[in-house]
Every structure is written in structure tokens, then in C-alpha cells.
């Protein structure tokens, strides 16, 4: 083998190496659960589960379903502290089950999308009442956080 052989092979080898630790390092990091906010109704606080997860969950408090999705925004990107509650999100009883089988039949969900959003209701946190996502109301409660500040920025959703 002569030196020109010697310095492509050392080089396909090497990029070979890097291309590998490229793909374990994303393989590595993709396999962590995804987290999102939920929000416990009976205790009044936010929490963080696996994103995955249908609402309404077991709360924080007890056995009780009590734990729906939350929408959490910031008005600045980063700021922490200014954090808060856009809205809530649950599914209906029937939602939930059929979602809740699909996956684990690995199948798509017998109820499409478009019957899949009158069975999804929106709230905000300080009220009672629950509304279709696809409603007037619910199309209000889940787009009235995007308009922009004094600033001129509009808040961002985060995840924990």
C-alpha cells in the first residue's frame, strides 16, 4: 500500500470515527422522555410529567385524574420569572380511550382529527367552565396569549 492509500484510508477512518460519535451523542440524547407542564386542578399548581402523557392524568395530590395539560408562556424568552399559565387543555373520556388504545395497538385513532377537536376543551386557569377547542370561545381562550406586549414581542410557550 502506498502513502497516498495510507493518508485516505487513516482520513475515511477518521471522518468514519467522527460521523459515529456524531450519531451516538443524538441517538443518546433522543432517547430522554420529553416533559411537558401539566397543571394539577385539585391542588392548584403546576407540574411536570412526560409529554406523552393524555389528559387529564393522576395529579400530584392522590389517585384522582385531576392533571390536564397547561400551556406556559413567558413574555420574554428566558425570563423565568415571568412565566404563567396561558390556558389548560384536557380530552373527553372517549378522546383519551380511543387515543389511549391506538397507541397501544400501535394504530391510528379511530376518531380523526377534525372529530378529535370537538373532544378537545380549553380553559383558562382562574375560570370554571371548560369549552371546545373548536368553539368561538375556545378558538379565543387558546390565541388571546399570542398578541404582543408593550414591546412589541409576542410571549413564547416553554417547556420545562
Known sequence: MNRRAKTQLWSASALFLVAGIFFYNSWRQGRGEAKAYFYDLSKAQLFVADASMIPPIRGIDGADEDGVKAVVIEDKP???????????ERYSPELKKDMEEARSKNSAPMIGRAGAQALRFVRREKEKDWFPMISQEGQKIVSDWTTPGPDGLSPVVCTP
Do not use: F, M, S, T
Open 78 to 88: 428566558g425570563d423565568k420569572k415571568g412565566r404563567r399559565i396561558a390556558y389548560l
